[in-house]
């Protein structure tokens, strides 16, 4: 399967590899065919004893100089390519992605938008830089972000930033082109599901999705009907399936943890021994959004709080003794804390224009520097 190249550093690098290519190839073929001239020129039926060459001045000196020139022209045809990939233009937008056992989080400190997934992840405009800052949390490993229809890819490295970024091709109005997400580096035993993928749409197309996602985070919810298992709200979010694309690699399917997976520190959820925040549902909420710090649980603000809420019930699912009952104070902590009720950040929502505005903006502001 031949990809095409969507970018100017995707271009660059395919321009890169085909010179190289018909370089090794050539060397290749003028080799074989002098080794096959010589092997029957001089064979042992026609040539029993052969004259001893002791030196040829002009030969030895093309034999280091050419080879040379070969090298040092091949190495300037890679660096231009890399050069460019490591020249952000100062135009650029910003997206902090975070590689995890065993899934992509994305953040735009522009937008105060996350997400995550091994479905529609990342999307991005069209004709617009993306800087992306790449890491792990501390106790993760390795990962290697990988666009591979961009010839993109960098190292996430616990605990630790890195970065590289991508001015995609402009996509036809309407048709939002989705591209694969991989890991390329081996990150344990479910390295091969670290899939997302990214969606490429035009600006405007853009701004209205910061728009959707800003006026669903500030959705106000009604606790009471959260807090209820069976509640439509909460069916309509389908914990099971959040479930399985977020926690079954650790927690294991019958959520028993390190007794069902090699994560040691994994939670058992079928007892209440040992929990770090409280076996409220309440404390298994916060969890879910903010993670629990110095270990591989990880935070999920890329989920809604309708379906962190969700995810809740299924979790606390798994115990099947009497449990612990949230009272009024926990409902007002959580609502405080994560502004459930009454979502604070209402004035934050931004309009398609005020979403292109800030792009323009940026534009603007790196052609004046």
């Not at 029993?48 to 190495?75: C, D, K, N």
């Not at 390795?142 to 630790?160: M, N, Q, T, W």
């Not at 979010?237 to 399985?244: A, D, F, I, T």
Request: aromatic residues 10%; negative net charge.
């Amino acid at each position: 399967m031949i990809l095409l190249a969507l970018s100017d550093v995707a271009r660059e690098v395919d321009h890169a590899f085909k010179i190289i290519g018909w370089i090794c190839l050539l060397l290749l073929v003028g080799i074989v065919i002098f080794m096959l001239k010589y092997t029957i020129q001089y064979r042992r039926s026609r040539t029993p004893r052969t004259s001893q060459i002791h030196g040829h001045p002009f030969l030895e000196t093309m034999w280091i100089v050419a080879p040379t020139i070969i090298v040092i022209y091949m190495f300037f045809v890679g660096y231009k390519g890399f050069k460019m990939m490591r020249e952000v233009p100062d135009n650029h937008m910003v997206v902090e992605v975070t590689g995890k056992q065993w899934d992509w989080s994305f953040y735009y400190p522009d937008f105060d938008i996350t997400t995550s997934g091994r479905g529609d992840a990342l999307t991005l405009p069209g004709g617009k830089a993306v800087k992306f800052l790449l890491t792990s949390p501390e106790t993760d490993v390795l990962h290697s972000f990988y666009l591979p229809d961009f010839r993109i890819k960098e190292d996430c490295v616990a605990g630790r930033e890195s970065y590289m970024w991508l001015e995609a091709d402009m996509p036809e109005p309407g048709t939002k082109k989705k591209y694969n997400i991989f890991c390329a580096e081996f990150c344990g035993k479910d390295h091969s599901s670290m899939i997302s993928t990214m969606t490429l749409v035009t600006p405007e197309e853009f701004s209205q999705w910061v728009v959707d996602k800003n006026e669903e985070k500030n959705t106000p919810i009604v606790i009471e009907e959260a807090m209820d298992a069976s509640s439509d709200l909460i069916l309509a979010e389908n914990g099971p399936v959040l479930y399985k694309t977020y926690c079954i690699t650790c927690h294991g399917p019958n959520g028993r943890g390190e007794n069902e997976t090699t994560t040691e520190l994994a939670r058992d959820f079928t007892s209440l021994e040992k929990w770090k925040q409280g076996t409220k549902n309440s404390d298994i909420f916060r969890t879910i959004s903010n993670g629990i710090p110095g270990t591989q649980m990880n935070a999920f603000p890329q989920l809604s709080k309708i379906q962190r809420f969700a995810l809740m019930h299924h979790v606390a699912d798994y115990y099947k003794g009497e449990h612990p009952v949230d009272n009024d104070d926990d409902l007002a902590s959580i609502d405080e804390e994560f502004h459930i009720r009454n979502p604070e950040p209402l004035k934050d929502i931004l309009t398609v224009e005020q979403a292109m505005s800030i792009l323009a903006q940026q534009d603007l502001q790196s052609r004046a520097e």
